[in-house]
Nanobody, 115 residues
Framework: QVQLVESGGGLVQPGGSLRLSCAAS????????MGWFRRAPGKQRELVARITTGGMTHYADSVKGRFTISKDNAKNTVYLQMNSLKPEATAVYYCNVVIRSNAYWGQGTQVIVSS
């Protein structure tokens, strides 16, 4: 069983930055993609950013140029650097890992962007 542990959420002022981390509980092979989704209050969960095993990245239009996804293969950890945060980024952020077409989710970490 794969367990994903997220960290790095919190309260930040508009324009500020946060870095989210997601670490797998054990060494994982055959990872296809690692990514971050979010669910804002009253909205459906949406993809924020995704990175493939080969390092190709994909971002939601709303975060392009401000968020950066990266990974450390040796640590099975994925990061999300979030800069120039806006209030609409307030959401619970979920780590996602796809292994052999099976999706695994973290428990979520809350991000609040507010003055």
């Amino acid at each position: 069983q794969v367990q994903l542990v997220e960290s790095g959420g919190g309260l930040v002022q508009p324009g500020g930055s946060l870095r989210l981390s997601c670490a797998a509980s054990k060494l994982i092979f055959n990872i296809e993609t690692m990514g971050w989704f979010r669910r804002a209050p009253g909205k459906q969960r949406e993809l924020v950013a995704r990175i493939t095993t080969g390092g190709m990245t994909h971002y939601a239009d709303s975060v392009k140029g401000r968020f950066t996804i990266s990974k450390d293969n040796a640590k099975n950890t994925v990061y999300l650097q979030m800069n120039s945060l806006k209030p609409e980024a307030t959401a619970v952020y979920y780590c996602n890992v796809v292994i052999r077409s099976n999706a695994y989710w973290g428990q979520g970490t809350q991000v609040i962007v507010s003055s």
